[in-house]
């Protein structure tokens, strides 16, 4: 499975900012998919997961900002609104299979300035 993210760039504090990434391969497998973060000198944290079901989890310091949604059985979007400071950081979109293999895109930047 290959992980591609694109939409990152650089956004003033409250503005929105929508994020999407692609799997390819053998997307037959995939069971969940989510976006990470990772900041500068912090580890790499969960943002949000959405399952096949259409179940989704948030992360508490998201929860009513941002929303994930699954486009279909390999898309999914990030859609990012009143976007603080803290939310810049490196996006990373994940793709987990049966098995709980889990594959990464390279990620995205995503910056938000005052």
């Not at 944290?45 to 998201?62: M, P, Q």
């Not at 390999?74 to 049966?98: G, I």
């Amino acid at each position: 499975v290959q992980v591609v993210e694109s939409g990152g760039g650089l956004v003033q504090a409250g503005g929105t900012l929508r994020l999407s990434c692609v799997a390819s391969g053998s997307i037959v497998g995939i069971v969940a998919m989510g976006w990470y973060r990772q900041a500068p000198g912090n580890k790499r944290e969960l943002v949000a997961t959405i399952l096949r079901s259409g179940t989704a989890n948030y992360a508490d310091s998201v929860k009513g900002r941002f929303t994930i949604s699954r486009d279909n059985r390999n898309t999914v979007t990030l859609q990012m609104n009143s976007l603080k400071l803290e939310d810049t950081a490196v996006y990373y979109c994940n793709a987990r299979t049966w098995g709980d293999l889990d594959y990464w895109g390279k990620g995205t930047l995503v910056t938000v300035s005052s």
